[in-house]
């Protein structure tokens, strides 16, 4: 089994910035591909980020690439989003994943789920 929690979430002014932590513990959690979503109410989980299990392959939706960087650093286990020039389309609870080697962009290839973030950017 694998836990992950999420933090950094907040609110911030349209512009700003916001780093999300995943905090993932239990047995061979640093040996999983990650990755980001988000969900608006009442629309589906939809994919930001993802890096492979080595953090040597990422990949990224159209919609937040160069704005959005995901990171792992597997010696604290922990999986990292940077968010800069947030706009308040950005809004949504954000969830980190883990699950397989290589990064996918499909919520059914993730095995585990953290609690989610609320991250609302104001205009």
């Known amino acids: 089994q694998v836990q992950l929690v999420e933090s950094g979430g907040g609110l911030v002014q349209a512009g700003g910035s916001l780093r999300l932590s995943c905090a993932a513990s239990?047995?061979?959690?640093?040996?999983?591909?990650m990755g980001w979503f988000r969900q608006s109410p009442g629309k589906e989980r939809d994919f930001v980020a993802a890096?492979?299990?080595?953090?040597?392959?990422?990949d990224y939706a159209d919609s937040w690439k160069g704005r959005f960087t995901i990171s792992k650093d597997n010696a604290k286990n922990t999986l990292y989003l940077q968010m800069n020039s947030l706009k308040p389309e950005d809004t949504a609870v954000y969830y980190c994943?883990?699950?397989?080697?290589?990064?996918?962009?499909?919520?059914?290839?993730?095995?585990?789920w953290g609690q989610g973030a609320q991250v609302t950017v104001s205009s």
């Open positions: 890096i492979s299990w080595s953090g040597g392959s990422t």
């Open positions: 239990g047995r061979s959690a640093r040996r999983y591909a």
């Open positions: 994943a883990a699950g397989g080697l290589y990064t996918s962009r499909y919520v059914s290839s993730y095995d585990y």
